[in-house]
């Protein structure tokens, strides 16, 4: 079952990336990040950790190995960011929430919608997070350059 889901959020993310106009040469690369970020995703969700959580942890992730890619490739990190996060975005979800408010069963409208806006919103701070530490430990690398230049 999980080898399943890893090749469908393999081409998800690499069928995203053709969309987007990624380099050929990174659509492999796009996948990879795609995958493994799903794969957080199941494995965190198999141990019962929320879903909110477990989005998060995968964006970061997926951040983190954007990061790695655009530096090791020389290609703009939005390229597998966006790609990479394309199998967590919570679109069955948000249309699920939609055809609940059709029907009028507006409770599990709400419900349903209320768990769509915080998975989107672990995406974002996932992203955010991710970047942040970056700019941390640049920083942190930068003060030990300058100190060293000093001596």
Not at 45 to 69: E, R, W
Not at 128 to 143: G, H
Request: hydrophobic letters at 55%; one cysteine or more; proline letters at 3%.
């Amino acid at each position: 079952m999980i080898f399943e889901q890893l090749v469908t959020s393999f081409f998800a993310a690499a069928a995203f990336a053709v969309i987007f106009n990624a380099p050929k040469k990174a659509l492999i690369q796009c996948g990879i990040v795609g995958m493994l970020g799903w794969l957080v995703y199941t494995i965190c969700t198999m141990q019962n950790v929320d879903a909110a959580i477990a989005t998060m942890a995968s964006s970061v992730l997926v951040a983190v190995l954007s990061q790695f890619c655009a530096k090791l490739y020389k290609t703009p990190i939005i390229i597998f960011t966006v790609s990479g996060i394309i199998p967590l975005v919570p679109g069955g979800l948000a249309y699920d929430a939609m055809r609940q408010f059709v029907e009028n069963d507006y409770n599990m409208a709400v419900q349903l919608a209320a768990k769509a806006f915080l998975i989107s919103g672990a995406i974002a701070l996932g992203l955010v997070f991710s970047e942040i530490i970056n700019q941390v430990i640049r920083k942190m690398k930068w003060t030990v350059v300058q100190q060293k230049t000093k001596q």
